[in-house]
Each structure stands twice: as structure tokens, then as C-alpha cells.
């Protein structure tokens, strides 16, 4: 038989558990309700720092998209090797079938002076100079050339490549990728920077405009603590005000990205194609907006309570 004394503990808790839980979900739509009530100052606080968080995701995305041009220009890493004029189209297709049997060469792709000529004399201005100086001329002033992929990293091919006597130059872009990625990383420093002090800037916004509401309530608050309410009791709508705040921030910023590469992505499109490429501007997948959503609820709900925990310490013992 169940011990009557049990059985009333076990009531007292679960009443309490459940009363808990129904403050939180009263204080969770109550604080919406504030700011229904409040339509333009909502709308100003929220678009102050949808702005901080757009700005640093933006950063953020345009330095991905970069990082992946880069690995797509990385994934080509062709050596161009200009061979000597002496060497003839035949040597040259010779060369070419010697380097594939390589194990550090990928593929070899073989550019005749003939071939070069006529890439030339697709060009209007450069017709017109091969006209003046004669096809002949022009076709004994350019090499054969060599479009080398190499297996493994370009250096070594290169330095292999350039001691051949019938390579002229040889020229690869290593040198431009480094100055890349080192331009990507100082990029992703500066947008993890902007990213603390704008999400501090949003931090103190919501603070800010929590700590208002909470002198604008400070009897009704006085009230509750002569009452014998606790902090967190009184605390629990202005977390959920913050949360709120960062929530409808968060998915502000989400359009206003979502806005903005909409605009740009014709004009990258047609960039990239006049270059030959098919890029295209990537955004913020499904995980990644609902972190950014969650994280700008936590920041919000973070802000919050920093300012209420203050504030109501401030006013408890004015109000007892």
C-alpha cells in the first residue's frame, strides 16, 4: 500500500513541474505578445541587429564562395611549358608522349604554333598585327607549347620540366594560389573579428532595449517581488523577449543574404561565363540557417539575461 506521505511529495512535485512549465510557455507567448504590442520599436531593435548579423555572415559566405574558386582553380594546376623554337611540332608531340608515361604527370596536352595562330586571329586587334608582319613570320615567332596536369604537387614537375633542353619556360600559377589563401585566411580572421564585436553590438541592443522594458515595469515588478517571487520567476518573460528579438533578427538577416545574393547572382553568372566557368554564388544550407536562427535566439536570450539579472537586483531592495 503506497505511503499516503510519498504520494503527497511526489503530488507536490509534479504540481510544481507542471506550474513551472506553464510559466514558461505563458511567459514564452506573453513576450511575443509585447512585442505585437509594440510593432515599430520591435521593428527598429529587430532590424538593428538583423544588420549586425547579416554583415558578418555575408563576410562569411563571400569568403567560402572564394575558398571554393580557389579549389577550383587549384583543381586545374596546369604547367605551361614553352618550348624552344628550334623545337618542331613532331619533337614536340614526341615530348609529349614521353611525359604522359610519367608518374607524376596526370595528362599532356600538346599547342602547335599553327593552333596558337589561330586562337591569335580570333582576336581583332592581334589580326591585324599578324596581317602586317606576315603568317609566316608570326608562326616562326611562336613555340609549340605543352598544357601539363600533374598527379601530385606542381613544384617538383616544374623543376623536372624546366631542366628538359627543349623546354624553353615553364610557367604555373602556385605563387598566385598562395597569395590566395593567404588572403582567404587574413579574410576569415577579419570576418571572425567583425563577428564578435557586431554580435556584441546586437548583444547590447537587445540588452538595452530589455533593460527599458523593465523600467517601464519596474511597480509591477516591485509587486511581485513584495509577493515573494523569485529573480528567475520575474527574470523568465525578458529571456524569452530577448530570445524573441534574436529569433526574428536572425531570420531577417537569413532574407536580407538570401535578398542580396539574388541580386548578384546574374551579374556573377555572367562573370563567370565570359571566362569560360559556370560558378555560382553558394548560400547557407538548411543546417546551417536553423544555427544561425538557434545561435541568434541564444544571443538574444544571452543579452537578456545579462540586463534583467542586473536590473532586478538594482530594483529589489528599492522595492523592499
Do not use: C
Request: proline share 5%.
Amino acid at each position: 500500500m503506497p505511503n499516503p506521505a510519498a504520494r503527497r511529495v511526489d503530488d507536490l512535485h509534479h504540481g510544481r513541474m507542471r506550474t513551472w512549465l506553464a510559466h514558461h510557455a505563458r511567459s514564452l507567448v506573453t513576450s511575443l505578445g509585447r512585442l505585437w504590442q509594440r510593432p515599430w520599436a520591435t521593428a527598429l531593435t529587430v532590424a538593428v541587429m538583423a544588420l549586425a548579423l547579416a554583415l558578418p555572415l555575408g563576410l562569411w559566405l563571400g569568403v567560402q564562395n572564394a575558398q571554393r574558386l580557389g579549389a577550383q582553380v587549384q583543381a586545374t594546376r596546369t604547367l605551361t611549358a614553352f618550348l624552344k623554337l628550334e623545337v618542331d611540332p613532331v619533337a614536340a608531340q614526341a615530348l609529349a608522349q614521353r611525359l604522359r608515361e610519367r608518374p607524376d604527370v596526370a595528362a599532356v596536352a600538346v599547342t602547335t604554333p599553327e593552333q596558337s595562330l589561330a586562337r591569335m586571329r580570333e582576336r581583332a586587334d592581334l589580326a591585324a598585327a599578324i596581317d602586317a608582319l606576315g603568317p609566316g613570320q608570326a608562326r616562326a615567332a611562336l613555340p609549340s607549347v605543352l598544357d601539363v596536369i600533374p598527379r601530385g604537387a606542381e613544384a617538383p614537375l616544374a623543376d623536372a620540366l624546366q631542366a628538359l633542353p627543349q623546354i624553353e619556360r615553364v610557367q604555373y600559377d602556385a605563387l598566385w594560389q598562395q597569395r590566395l589563401q593567404a588572403w582567404l585566411g587574413f579574410a576569415s580572421r577579419v570576418v571572425a573579428v567583425l563577428a564578435v564585436l557586431l554580435g556584441l553590438g546586437a548583444l547590447l541592443v537587445v540588452g538595452n532595449t530589455v533593460r527599458l522594458d523593465i523600467q517601464s515595469r519596474r511597480e509591477e515588478i516591485g509587486v511581485l517581488q513584495l509577493l515573494g517571487a523569485s529573480d528567475g520567476f520575474v527574470q523568465r518573460p525578458f529571456l524569452y523577449l530577448g530570445a524573441w528579438y534574436g529569433l526574428l533578427a536572425g531570420a531577417l538577416a537569413l532574407g536580407v543574404l538570401t535578398l542580396a545574393a539574388s541580386a548578384l547572382a546574374p551579374s556573377l553568372a555572367a562573370l563567370a561565363a565570359r571566362y569560360g566557368s559556370q560558378f555560382a554564388l553558394q548560400g547557407l544550407g538548411l543546417l546551417q540557417a536553423t544555427m544561425v536562427l538557434a545561435g541568434a535566439g541564444v544571443l538574444g536570450w544571452m543579452g537578456a539575461g545579462l540586463v534583467s539579472g542586473h536590473a532586478l537586483r538594482q530594483l529589489r531592495p528599492l522595492e523592499r
